[in-house]
């Protein structure tokens, strides 16, 4: 089956700029993950989904991050007024399982939008 | 709290030699752990995975990893390197929220 796409790969921004960026997960998959990776860096969490229901946001930077999943699949990244420091490459990941707490099934990762803000 | 370390953020190896990636975790209860590798450009991909049970996991691409409590250890291994395991390498841990190291850069040498 399909795997988990994002969309778009690659985004420009002009500081100031509002963006939005798509994460597809797996059908059936309950948890999504977005996480930041820094150039050289790991993945960072920002935010985890359980079906629509947002359980944590503590990895969000600023208020200026906001997720959603209204309908339990299809998630949004936005970013308002984007800044220089949010350059960096943005994974979503699914996975079958709860996701908090005691869940051992890996996760699934698209292949990133690249945000580079100007 | 929750962590994990990579040693090392670059290895060098050449081409059919062992391969060898440390990762040491923190963490208060037995985590989940796992590696991922990320090619150029692509997100991660799962190797391999502890959970329970046997200490020493095989994933693909003959890599595997030897899970050590009193070590607080999940190294990775691979007996001989092929030019196309040069790749970005993620340990990571499930006791909360997944946590990622850092990152370690595999160089493969002809």
């Known amino acids: 089956g399909a795997g988990v796409s994002q969309s778009p790969r690659y985004k420009v921004a002009k500081r100031g700029q509002d963006v939005a960026l798509r994460c597809d997960p797996i059908s059936g998959h309950v948890s999504l993950f977005w996480y930041q990776q820094a150039l050289g860096q790991g993945p960072e969490f920002l935010t985890y989904?359980?079906?629509?229901?947002?359980?944590?946001k503590s990895g969000l930077p600023s208020d200026r991050f906001f997720a959603e999943r209204p309908e339990g699949s299809v998630s949004t990244l936005k970013i308002q007024r984007t800044q220089q420091e949010d350059s960096a490459v943005y994974l979503c990941?699914?996975?079958?399982?709860?996701?908090?707490?005691?869940?051992?099934?890996?996760?699934?990762f698209g292949n990133g939008t690249r945000l580079t803000v100007t | 709290a929750q962590s994990v370390t990579q040693l090392g953020s670059h290895v060098s190896v050449s081409e059919g030699a062992l391969v060898l990636l440390r990762c040491n975790y923190s963490?208060?209860?037995?985590?989940?752990l796992f590696w991922y590798v990320q090619y150029p450009n692509q997100g991660l991909q799962l190797l391999l995975k502890?959970?329970?049970?046997?200490?020493l996991v095989k994933g693909i691409n003959g890599f595997e990893a030897e899970f050590k409590k009193s070590e607080t250890s999940f190294h990775l291994t691979k007996p001989s390197a092929h030019m196309s395991d040069a790749a970005e390498y993620f340990c990571?841990?499930?006791?909360?929220?997944?946590?990622f190291g850092r990152g370690t850069s595999l160089i493969v040498h002809p």
């Open positions: 963490s208060s209860v037995p985590p989940y």
């Open positions: 989904f359980q079906n629509e229901a947002q359980l944590d």
């Open positions: 990941a699914s996975s079958a399982g709860t996701g908090h707490g005691w869940d051992n099934s890996p996760l699934h």
């Open positions: 990571a841990m499930r006791s909360y929220i997944p946590t």
């Open positions: 502890y959970t329970t049970g046997a200490t």
